[in-house]
């Protein structure tokens, strides 16, 4: 198939590339560049801001010329504190770009799409693993555009749209180290800056109803994330159900303290870490129930939490 990454310079756009061209697909990515890296990938990049004015047009240019079976849309913005500062900005970007991707669709006639969302759609859920039918309730904007731009998606099936939301959860790890996570957004590559410039990496509460007290995260390796992508396609290409959302996690959560136990032995260093008090808005417990899509996509992780952080550490 011929395959459309919005974002695709990016971190995770990057290895979705990777492993399209891994199963047999040709890619075009598309990217503004504002966190992404052109030299990560091997394949046509047009340079556009999606939310731009005159990016709808653009698009429909080069999907009439380009002829594609799919599209995936990895473009946006990415920071919780950013979105709580710049809500407008967040909104504008993250949805008005999803808008413009949509219309120009709908102008083509290009059908499929799959989407990222995020874990941060569920809020600060009390259960043991948060499965799809969850009611969500974002507690910050950048994880109402993701609920947004879900809605969005579904809504497109009024045209015809087949759309599937893949729900990450903690991505981390890197397929090579060209395309390591250049942003320290979660506990890996927050500790590991931490690590590198001789500090105690920090922990955000251990008082905690876990049972290491530490909050627990369910940590999905980068390239099995990509994997999940490539099912995604597949999925629409047969299934004549228009739209679906699916948890992407390995089932199982980590404690900070078991990340932080990885890392030194990933890195042979015996660091101490400095416990803080906790952080608003951080659940105790955010762990996917993956049921829905070992089910239906037959999707399942290869990479555990050792070689998450290995990757992570050996890339930096
Ligand atoms: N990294 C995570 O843990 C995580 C978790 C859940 C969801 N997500 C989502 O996954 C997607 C990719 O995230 P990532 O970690 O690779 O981040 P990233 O910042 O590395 O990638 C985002 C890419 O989109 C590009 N971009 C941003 N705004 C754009 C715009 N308006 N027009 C065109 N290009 C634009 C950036 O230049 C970048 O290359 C995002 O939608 C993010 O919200 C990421």
Known sequence: ??????????????????????????????????????????????????????????????????????????????????????????FLDNLGGLGNLLLAMRATNLKSLVFSSSAATYGMPDVESVSEDESPKPINPYGQTKLIGEWMVKNAQVWGLKGVNLRYFNVAGTATKELNDTAALNLIPIAIRALKNSEAPKVFGADYETPDGSCIRDYVHVADLAEAHIRAVAYLDQEQRPFDTFNVGTGNGASVFEVLQALRKASGENFAWDVQGRRAGDPPRLVANVTRIEQTLGFTTKFGLEEIVQSAWDAS
Do not use: W
Not at 8 to 20: K, L
Not at 25 to 33: E, K, Q
């Open 1 to 90: 198939m011929k395959l459309l990454v919005t974002g695709g310079a990016g971190y995770i756009g990057s290895h979705v590339i990777r492993a399209a061209q891994a199963a047999g697909h040709s890619t075009v990515a598309i990217d503004n560049l504002s966190t992404g890296v052109s030299n990560r990938i091997n394949c046509p990049l047009i340079e556009l801001d999606l939310a731009s004015p005159g990016a709808q047009g653009e698009l429909i240019s080069l999907m009439k010329s380009e002829n594609f079976d799919a599209v995936i849309h990895l473009a946006a913005r990415k920071q919780v504190g950013e979105s709580v500062q710049q809500p407008e900005g967040y």
